[in-house]
């Protein structure tokens, strides 16, 4: 079996359907403890400056009750830093934002943003929080996030998982594996996520020195119908047996 990738799974969108009705249910801390109960080896939410899905009430309750890893996705906006070195998640993964996007379009433009970005790894590291910069797949952003003091990058894999046609996906898949090995080569350790799901996952295994897997979207949808519990475990297997 291979334990060397860690599974992230992302609980988000359960706390997307409860705001669906602006209730309280689903609510996402129970999906973490499901998740964790299932297989997964990190629990992911974002903290968005809007609050359109994870509360701070899900983050503090979830810092309470996530006994494996807790990975707060977030803006490097200067509330949700004060919230973050607050309430101390082992992981924090800085991302860009935007109020009108759906989900994350992009990687972080580290390179253009550099001089705020060292002061916020700086500001994490000293509290001895681990650092990831979500990231495009390109050099001058992996040396930008190695300049800003990040210990991990995660790969951004969406325009793999959006690739149409064979050559297009073998094409973007490159691009990731380069990626992967000149991150190693510059001292950062490595993650992937966004856009992958059961049918694409596999190939990304094979990326060199990837350490973390983040999946939400696939994995909640595919809860719909087969429960939350089925749906980890599914994932879990595919990546764990490659």
């Known amino acids: 079996m291979n334990r060397m990738i860690k599974l992230g799974v992302n609980i988000d969108h359960v706390a997307t359907i409860r705001e669906a009705r602006k209730g309280v249910e689903p609510d996402p801390v129970w999906a973490g403890a499901l998740c964790e109960l299932a297989g997964a080896d990190i629990i992911t939410i974002h903290l968005r400056e809007d609050r ?25 906006a200067a509330e949700i830093v004060d919230i973050a070195l607050e309430v101390f998640p082992e992981q924090v993964t800085l991302v860009p934002e935007k109020r009108e996007e759906v989900t994350t379009e992009g990687g972080l433009d580290v390179q253009g943003n550099l001089p705020s970005l060292q002061e916020t ?41 959006n690739a149409v046609g064979e050559d297009n996906v073998i094409r973007e898949l490159e691009k990731l594996r380069q990626a992967a090995a000149r991150g190693r080569e510059l001292g950062l350790r490595i ?19 990837l350490e973390e897997l983040h999946i939400g979207h696939s994995i909640i949808s595919r809860a719909v119908f087969v429960g939350l519990d089925k749906a980890v475990r599914e994932m879990a297997s595919l990546i764990f047996t490659a």
């Open 191 to 209: 993650n992937a996520g966004h856009g992958l799901n059961y049918l694409n996952v596999k190939p990304i295994l094979s990326l060199p020195n």
């Open 52 to 76: 359109r899905h994870i509360h701070d009430r899900d983050l503090r309750l979830l810092r309470e009750t996530v006994h494996t890893k807790l990975n707060l996705e977030m803006a490097d």
């Open 121 to 161: 790894v700086k500001r994490f590291l000293d509290a001895g929080i681990l650092v990831s910069l979500f990231i495009d797949p390109v050099d001058d952003q992996l040396q930008a996030s190695r300049e800003a003091g990040a210990q991990f990058v995660e790969l951004h894999t969406g325009s793999y998982a």
